[in-house]
């Protein structure tokens, strides 16, 4: 089971992208889904997060600008970027947390999954 991001780019200062973590299996449960990144020289930090039961959670940092959303039928978590600076150039990571996936018979559990990662560069 993987976690694939897309989306990354070079976005000038001011602008937009959209992000966007497809898992390969359908996820019958989770606990959580999140958008982490890792700037250079930098520790990784959650960036948003959202939970199985649709609650969504941003780190102070973001202040209004992003917004984190999970469509269940394409199996897939977005992180819409709006007024970027430098300071968002990053390496951004797709988690989940406690996955759990069906099975013809019976059901299959991951306590955690992390994509490759997707960078992001905002000129300025």
């Known amino acids: 089971v993987q976690l694939v991001e897309s989306g990354g780019g070079l976005v000038q200062y001011g602008g937009s992208l959209r992000l966007s973590c497809e898992a390969s299996?359908?996820?019958?449960?989770?606990?959580?889904m999140a958008w982490y990144r890792q700037g250079p020289g930098e520790q990784r930090e959650l960036v948003a997060s959202i939970t199985g039961g649709g609650s969504t959670n941003y780190a102070d940092f973001v202040q209004g600008r992003f917004t984190i959303s999970r469509d269940n039928a394409k199996n897939t978590v977005d992180l819409h970027m709006n007024k970027l600076s430098p300071e968002d150039t990053a390496v951004y990571y797709c988690?989940?947390?406690?996955?759990?996936?069906?099975?013809?018979?019976?059901?299959?559990?991951?306590?955690?999954?992390w994509g490759q990662g997707t960078a992001v560069t905002v000129s300025s």
């Open positions: 988690n989940a947390e406690e996955v759990v996936i069906p099975l013809k018979i019976g059901q299959y559990r991951l306590p955690e999954l």
């Open positions: 299996a359908t996820f019958s449960s989770f606990k959580s």
